[in-house]
């Protein structure tokens, strides 16, 4: 089936350091895959998509890079700002299932000054 | 401006008590969706309309009912609240069924506490 794993948060960084949250995912099929990002007190908003293996995403400094070898999906920026400080989705939607996208648990970022 | 509009954005219910959920979409999407959020699971699906006039149940639908009225609107409801479904509660659209590639256009949720 279809699934979602992302790294356990919550992570905490300075502003201007570099950050990763790592995504890895099982599908039946070939997926689609987007990162959401929610902050506090409002719904999710798509950060950015990837819909073929060695398609990159890219958004506000933040990109992730779609990897079929590895199954995965890490999200990545060069240089954080406190304003980042939000949950991270990442998400797949696989076309053979119809309409469901498949969530990971989300990761709590923390930007501190 | 344009997206999805939900309501109410919180509420308190009796156990036992009914409620219905309302969400309303302007971007004339064919597809919506009702998730749940929960600390440390993520989103899971609960219903969703791939098209005007169908609804078909997601992941966790037990205790939940929903309509498609129209187009643009899909509500939840509960007809008999539990202390379990205290929940943050998302309605989302996306452009087209069956949602793949296009991704979905979030509510900003219903925070509902069951006592």
């Known amino acids: 089936g279809n699934s979602v794993t992302q790294m356990e948060g919550p992570v905490t960084l300075s502003e201007e350091a570099f950050l990763t949250i790592n995504c890895t995912y099982t599908?039946?099929?070939?997926?689609?895959l987007f990162w959401y990002v929610q902050y506090p007190g409002e719904g999710l908003q798509l950060l950015l998509k990837?819909?073929?293996?060695?398609d990159k995403g890219s958004n506000k400094g933040f990109e992730a890079t779609y990897r079929k070898e590895t199954t995965s999906f890490h999200l990545e920026k060069g240089s954080v700002q406190v304003s980042d400080s939000a949950v991270y989705f990442c998400?797949?939607?696989?076309?053979?299932?119809?309409?469901?996208?498949?969530f990971g648990t989300g990761t709590s970022l923390t930007v501190i000054p | 401006n344009a997206g999805v509009t939900q309501t109410p954005k919180f509420q308190v219910l009796k156990t036992g008590q009914s409620m219905t959920l309302q969400c309303a979409q302007d971007?004339?999407?064919?597809?919506m969706y009702w998730y749940r959020q929960d600390p440390g699971m993520g989103l899971r699906l609960i219903y969703y309309?791939?098209?005007?006039?169908?609804?078909d149940k997601g992941e966790v639908p037990n205790g939940y009912n929903v309509s498609r009225l129209n187009k643009r609107e899909f509500s939840l409801r509960l007809e008999s609240a539990a202390p379990s479904q205290t929940s943050v509660y998302f309605c989302?659209?996306?452009?087209?069924?069956?949602?793949?590639?296009?991704?979905?256009?979030f509510g900003s949720g219903t925070r509902l506490t069951v006592v």
């Open positions: 989302a659209s996306s452009e087209a069924s069956p949602g793949a590639n296009y991704g979905y256009t």
């Open positions: 599908a039946t099929g070939y997926p689609s």
């Open positions: 990837a819909t073929k293996a060695d």
């Open positions: 998400a797949l939607s696989d076309p053979n299932t119809g309409n469901q996208f498949y």
């Open positions: 971007m004339n999407h064919n597809s």
């Open positions: 309309s791939a098209s005007e006039g169908t609804t």
